[in-house]
């Protein structure tokens, strides 16, 4: 049989999807399933714009610019000035999700051997874009207990190698939540300014700021115009996750014309997917307004309901949606598939991410999961009951003197079932 690359076989897995065919196995035995593991929002898509893309009429299929359609990337800049940020449709690279949009950048500035400054805990999916460039990610530890505040810059800069060619950062941050402030991207700025790297900036989140925060791009730093790339997404802002349609946007002309060249190579990006975001940058901002109050009560119901179980500590997240707590358990990677193959309550169990996959140490994440809060307040209320009769019973809880549990192995196929733990 012929053999897979190094490279392939050293893909990690992705932290959020791996248990799904635990999940599956689980549900095909009847037992409902809440998915805190993955941000699939339930929220409803702009009507408006699902008519623009059930109203076209196209005759022809057609390849679209490689670089996307023009009056998309005009209509974006409509959306980034309302937002602040001042840009040029001819800085704007249209992509097929977010996902490429860090492939395309990662490929087209990182030579093998390379390293990019991450504060951790960080997206599981930066590992594999990094992988493919045969580059390597640097991590500068956050603490749950400041609710994963940004490093100081002196933490960044003692990581700092002949070898290092970009920091990065998520804001707000996925896994965490944590929003990071205007003095925070002024220093990390300066910083890529000193040593002449680039800012990889992930804001796909930026309306998603709670507590009357505000965010602040990185596209605003005065004098970093070379440094900058910034990555963004529909998925989450419209609750589009199918549309797969993103951009990656920098102001360096060098390296927007070797991206441009990539994605020459890859012909195009959706069409589809181009026709509904434009037409949802007129999503009105009562739209906006109504998904922040909901986002702000259910991340209420995820922080109250943790820390209200003994032995759990959720920080209170300032953006996105998501969450890492740390629970009373010997290895998440085991409670998260135990939850999925040996528990239920009242008919149901809950999905979590395990939160090695988030550090480049796993043994960092062995007593933490990431949670979204993604389900309307009653199914999260659910969640969360069940979550804390599961700890009640879990073997390889770490306040009760027992055997720890034996590492999950993801790798494998779902065996039948066991007979659930019934309430």
Known sequence: MPHISHKGLELPQSAIRKLVPFADAT???G????????????????????EALANTKINVLEYSPSAGIQSYREKLCQYYKQHGIDITPERILVTTGGSEALQMAFTCCLNPGDEIIIPEPYYTNYNTFAKLCDAKIVTVP??????????????????????????????????????????DLYAVGALCKKYDLYLFADEVYREFCYDGEEHFSVLNLPGCENNVVLFDSVSKRYSA????????????????SAMMRLAQARLSPPSFGQIF??????????????????????????????NRIPGCFCPTPKGAFYTVCELPIADSDHFCQWLLTDFEYNGATVMLAPATG???????????VRITYCLCIDDLKAAMKCLEEALKVYPGRTDIKKAPAKKADATKKPAARKSAAKK
């Open 277 to 306: 975001a434009e037409a949802a940058i007129d999503t009105p901002q009562e739209y906006f307004d109504a998904v922040m109050k909901e986002y702000v009560a259910r991340r209420n119901v995820i922080v109250e309901g943790i």
């Open 241 to 256: 996750c199918g549309a797969r349609v993103g951009c990656v946007i920098t102001r360096n002309s060098e390296l927007f």
């Open 358 to 368: 988030f550090y480049s140490d796993p043994e960092k994440g062995r007593h933490q």
């Open 142 to 183: 956050s603490d749950i207990k400041t609710g994963f505040a940004l490093p100081l810059v002196d933490d960044f800069e003692k990581y700092i190698t002949p070898y290092t060619r970009a920091i990065m950062i998520c804001n707000p941050n996925n896994p965490t939540g944590y929003l990071y402030s205007e003095k």
């Open 27 to 29: 549900k095909a035995h």
């Open 31 to 50: 037992i409902h399933v809440y998915h805190l593991n993955i941000g699939q929002p339930d929220i409803e898509t702009p009507k408006g714009a699902l």
